[in-house]
C-alpha cells in the first residue's frame, strides 16, 4: 500500500509541474510574452499553494478515510486545471483587452491569481494530505515531511523533463491537461480500490478516467481546442495557431490580408504591409550611407523591410536572421509575391538564430545593421537595446557602417516616461557611437548610430541626390517629408525632449529601458498604478538596508521582552529562503534569455534542474538527518553558504558574459545554467527537512510544556498531528517567501536593481535571517524529545 501511496504522491508532483509549466505558457501569450509577468504568475502560484496547505490542507486531520479525500481532491485539481486552461483562453475578453494590446502589471496579477486559485489550492492541499497519509501508513517521526517533499520533487523533476522533450513539442495545451487528469485518475483509483470498501469513488474515478481516455483518442480534446483558439482571438478568422519552441505563433486573415503575431504581438502584415513606416525605417539609413553592400537584418525582415532594402543597387548581401525557423515556415506557408521575392532572393541568406549569437559568433562585418525589433518591451527583446549589444554591433560593423533601430516616440504626448525611455537608449548608445542621429516622429523616433560623422551630417540635398541616382521609388520617402523630417529645428526639439531625463544606461545586467517601457504602457493603461510604480526607480540596497536593520532590532527586543515568543526564526529564515530560492530561478531564467533569446525552450529543463537540485539536497539531509546532533549549528550553516551562494552569482554571470563569443562556448555555458539551477535547488532542498525537525522540535516543546496550548489544538507530543502540522507550517512558509520573491523579483528587482543590485538585497535579506534564528535558545535534538 505505501508503495502506491509513494506513487501517487510522485504523480501529484509531476502533474503539479506540467499543469504550472503549460498554465505558464498559455498566461504568456495573454501578457505579450513579457518574461517578468513569470515572477507574477510564479508567485501567484506558490501562494495559492501555500494557502491550499493551510485551509483544505488541513482539513485532512478531521477525515477518517484520508485516501478517498486525497483521490477526492486530485479529481477535483484534475477539473480544475482543464477550467483554468479554458479561462486563460477567455481571459483578454473578460479584461477587455483588445488583440495587440499589452496587459498591464496589475491585471496580469489579479487576473492570474483568480485563473490559478482553484488549481493551486487544490494541489497545495494535497502536500498536506500526503504529510498525514505518510505519517499514518509507513511512519511518524520528524522526516516524513522531508520524505514528502523528496517523492514530490521527483515528480516535478520527471514533468520538467518530459515538458521540455515530450509534451511541449508534440502535444497542444488542452490534450496535455485531459491527459495529465486521465493519469491521476488511474494512479487514483489504483490506489484506493484495495482499501475502499465504498464503491462509490472508485466508479467516479473510472468514469472519469474512462471519459478523459476517450476523448484524446477520438481527437476531442483537440476539438476544445480549436474551440477555445476562436473565442481566444474573438471570432477572427484565425488560419495558423502553433506553440514553437521560441513563441506561440497565430496568423489571422481579414479579406486577404495575414496579420503575423508573436505571443500575441503583432509582428509583419502580409501582403501589404505598412509602407510608410517601412520606407522611413530602411531607406533613410540606406541613403545616408554612401555605397550599402552588406546589410544584416536582425528580426522582422520578411513583409517589406527587405524588399525595400534590395531595392538600392549597391546591395551585394542581406544576412536575415530569424531566432524562430516555425516562424519563417508559417510565412511560406502564406506565399505572397513580395515575401517570396523577398525570402528567394539570391542575394538574401536566411540565418535561423537569434541575431545576437550571430553577431557575437560570425565573422562578418557589415554596411548597415537593421534592428527589427521596435521596442524593448521584454527581457528577449530589450537585449538589442542594451549597451553591450551596441558595443557587439558597432565591432561588426564596417568603416562608415550604421546600426539602425527604433524607439516608441511621439511629437505631442510628451510624457516623462517616454522621455525616459528614449533618453536612456540613447544614453546607451552614446557610451558606443561617437556619432548619433535622432528622428523624431509621431508614432516612433528613428535612431542612427555610426563612427562616421556624416550620419550625424545627414542633410535634404544629400538624401535626395542619392534617391535619384539609385532610382528609388518610395511612396513615403519624398522630398517634402525628408525635409521635415531633417528639419534643424526637429533636432533641438529632440534635445529639449530628452533634457532632464534619465541618465541611465540600459544594460544586460541592469534592464532599465525594459522598467522605462512598463512605466510608459502604465501611464497609458494604467495611470494610477503606474504613478506608484514610478517612485520604485530609486529603490536600491543602500534603501533597504535600514529597514531590514530596523526590523531585526524590532524582532531581537520583542523577544528579549517576551521569551515566549521564541520560535519565528525558523519559519522565517524558510520564508527568506523560499524569497531566495525563487530569486536565484528568476536570475538563471532572465540571464538565460539575455543570453540566448529562447528561455521558454528551455524552461522546463531549468525548472526541472531547480527541482532536481531540491530533491538532491532533501535526500542527502535526510540520510544523515538520524546522526546530527547539533541541529540549529547545521542549520545556520546552511543560512551562510545560500548567503555566499547569493553574492557568488552575478559574479559568475559577469565572468562568463565576455566570453560568449564561439558556437563552443554558447553550448557549453547552456550546462553552466543547468548546473545553476542544480545549485540554488540543492541549497533550498537541504535546508528544509533541518527547518523541519528544529520546527517540530519547538511545537512538541510547546505541547509538553502548555497544557492549555494542548487542549485548544488537541495536539499530543508524539503524534501524527504535530507532525502534519510543522511539514504544512514549513512547506506555506516556503511557497509564502517564494510569492514574495516572484513579484519583488519580477517586478521591482530585477528591473530596477539589476542582477547584482538584486542579488546583494538577498543577501542582506538571508543575514538577517541569520541574525533572527541564531538568537533562538535551542538545545540538541536528543534533550527535547523523550
Known amino acids: 500500500m505505501f508503495r502506491r501511496i509513494r506513487i501517487a504522491v510522485i504523480v501529484m508532483g509531476f502533474s503539479g509541474l506540467v499543469a504550472e509549466i503549460f498554465l505558464l505558457r498559455e498566461l504568456l501569450i495573454v501578457f505579450s510574452g513579457n518574461e517578468l509577468s513569470i515572477g507574477i504568475i510564479l508567485a501567484n502560484w506558490l501562494l495559492l499553494e501555500a494557502l491550499g496547505c493551510f485551509w483544505p490542507g488541513r482539513m485532512i486531520d478531521r477525515t477518517k478515510n484520508k485516501l478517498a479525500a486525497f483521490a477526492l481532491v486530485t479529481v477535483l485539481f484534475s477539473v480544475a486545471l482543464i477550467a483554468a486552461v479554458f479561462a486563460i483562453r477567455i481571459l483578454k475578453v473578460m479584461l477587455g483587452v483588445s488583440i495587440g494590446e499589452h496587459v498591464g502589471l496589475l491585471p496580469m496579477f489579479y487576473s492570474s491569481f483568480l485563473v490559478l486559485l482553484p488549481v493551486s489550492v487544490l494541489h497545495g492541499a494535497l502536500f498536506t494530505f500526503s504529510c498525514r497519509i505518510y505519517a499514518r501508513y509507513h511512519e511518524t517521526d520528524d522526516a516524513v515531511a522531508g520524505r514528502v517533499y523528496v517523492d514530490e520533487t521527483i515528480g516535478t523533476m520527471a514533468g520538467g523533463v518530459l515538458c521540455t522533450f515530450l509534451l511541449i513539442p508534440l502535444l497542444n495545451t488542452f490534450e496535455v491537461v485531459v491527459g495529465v487528469a486521465f493519469v491521476n485518475m488511474l494512479v487514483c483509483l489504483w490506489m484506493i480500490w484495495p482499501a475502499d470498501r465504498n464503491v462509490a469513488l472508485p466508479a467516479l474515478l473510472g468514469i472519469l478516467a474512462l471519459v478523459s481516455g476517450t476523448a484524446l483518442l477520438t481527437g476531442q480534446a483537440d476539438r476544445i481546442h480549436q474551440s477555445a483558439i476562436r473565442m481566444q482571438w474573438m471570432d477572427h478568422n484565425v488560419v495558423h495557431y502553433q506553440n514553437s519552441p521560441y513563441s506561440n505563433i497565430t496568423v489571422l486573415e481579414n479579406q486577404g490580408q495575414y496579420l503575423f503575431f508573436l505571443d500575441g504581438i503583432p509582428e509583419i502584415i502580409t501582403p501589404v504591409p505598412d ?61 505572397t509575391p513580395m515575401t517570396e521575392s523577398e525570402l528567394n532572393d539570391p542575394r538574401v541568406r536566411i540565418r535561423y538564430r537569434d541575431g545576437r549569437l550571430l553577431l557575437a559568433t560570425a565573422p562578418q562585418t557589415y554596411d548597415i545593421v537593421f534592428i527589427g525589433v521596435m521596442e524593448p518591451s521584454n527581457l528577449q527583446s530589450n537585449r ?183 520560535g519565528f526564526g525558523v519559519p522565517f529564515a524558510i520564508i527568506t529562503t523560499g524569497f531566495a530560492g525563487m530569486i536565484f530561478s528568476l536570475v538563471v531564467i532572465f540571464m538565460f534569455q539575455v543570453t540566448y533569446g529562447n528561455v521558454f525552450s528551455w524552461i522546463g529543463l531549468l525548472v526541472a534542474f531547480f527541482m532536481a537540485g531540491a530533491a538532491i539536497g532533501a535526500m542527502m539531509i535526510t540520510r544523515i538527518l538520524p546522526r546530527l546532533r547539533e541541529d540549529k549549528r547545521s542549520f545556520l550553516t546552511t543560512e551562510m553558504v545560500i548567503i555566499c551562494f547569493t553574492l557568488l552569482l552575478p559574479l559568475v554571470f559577469q565572468a562568463i558574459h565576455p566570453l560568449l563569443d564561439s558556437d563552443i562556448a554558447f553550448t557549453l555555458f547552456r550546462i553552466l545554467f543547468l548546473v545553476l539551477s542544480l545549485i540554488a535547488g540543492m541549497l533550498v532542498g537541504i535546508q528544509y527537512p533541518l527547518a523541519n525537525r528544529l520546527q517540530l522540535q519547538a511545537y512538541r516543546r510547546n505541547v509538553q510544556l502548555n497544557k492549555p496550548y494542548r487542549q485548544s489544538t488537541g495536539l499530543q507530543p508524539d503524534n501524527g498531528n504535530a507532525i502534519s502540522r510543522a511539514g504544512g507550517m514549513l512547506y506555506a512558509s516556503d511557497l509564502i517567501g517564494g510569492w514574495l520573491g516572484g513579484i519583488a523579483g519580477g517586478v521591482v528587482l530585477l528591473p530596477v536593481m539589476g542582477v547584482t543590485g538584486t542579488c546583494i538585497t538577498v543577501a542582506l535579506l538571508k543575514f538577517t535571517s541569520f541574525l533572527i534564528t541564531a538568537a533562538e535558545p535551542s538545545g540538541r535534538y536528543n534533550e527535547v524529545l523523550p
Open 384 to 566: 538589442f537595446f542594451t549597451r553591450e549589444f551596441f558595443a557587439l554591433a558597432e565591432d561588426r560593423l564596417n568603416e562608415g557602417g550604421i546600426l539602425v533601430l527604433t524607439v516608441p516616440g511621439s511629437l505631442t504626448f510628451l510624457s516623462d516616461e517616454l522621455k525616459n525611455l528614449n533618453s536612456t537608449i540613447f544614453n546607451s548608445l552614446v557610451d558606443v557611437f561617437p556619432h548619433i542621429r535622432a528622428i523624431p516622429g509621431e508614432h516612433r523616433n528613428l535612431y542612427l548610430a555610426s563612427g562616421s560623422p556624416e550620419v550625424a551630417e545627414l542633410d535634404l540635398d544629400r538624401i535626395v541626390r542619392r534617391l535619384e541616382e539609385r532610382q528609388i521609388r518610395a511612396e513615403g520617402v519624398v522630398p517634402w517629408h525628408i525635409e521635415k523630417k531633417l528639419h534643424e529645428g526637429w533636432q533641438q526639439w529632440f534635445r529639449d525632449y530628452i533634457a532632464g531625463a534619465s541618465q541611465n544606461v540600459n544594460r544586460d545586467f541592469n534592464p532599465v529601458g525594459l522598467y522605462y517601457h512598463i512605466t510608459h504602457w502604465n501611464s497609458l493603461y494604467a495611470p494610477a498604478f503606474g504613478s506608484i510604480y514610478n517612485r520604485l526607480e530609486d529603490i536600491g540596497p543602500a534603501t533597504v538596508l535600514p529597514a531590514l536593520l530596523l526590523f531585526t532590532m524590532l524582532v531581537l527586543l520583542i523577544r528579549f521582552r517576551r521569551p515566549k515568543t521564541a
Open 275 to 335: 509602407m510608410v513606416f517601412v520606407e522611413e525605417f530602411v531607406h533613410l539609413p540606406m541613403l545616408a550611407h554612401p555605397d550599402p553592400q552588406d546589410i544584416l537584418v536582425l528580426r522582422g525582415g520578411a513583409g517589406g523591410m527587405i524588399d525595400e532594402v534590395l531595392k538600392h543597387p549597391s546591395v551585394q548581401n542581406v544576412t536575415y536572421a530569424e531566432h524562430d525557423p516555425a516562424f519563417l515556415e508559417v510565412i511560406r506557408k502564406f506565399p
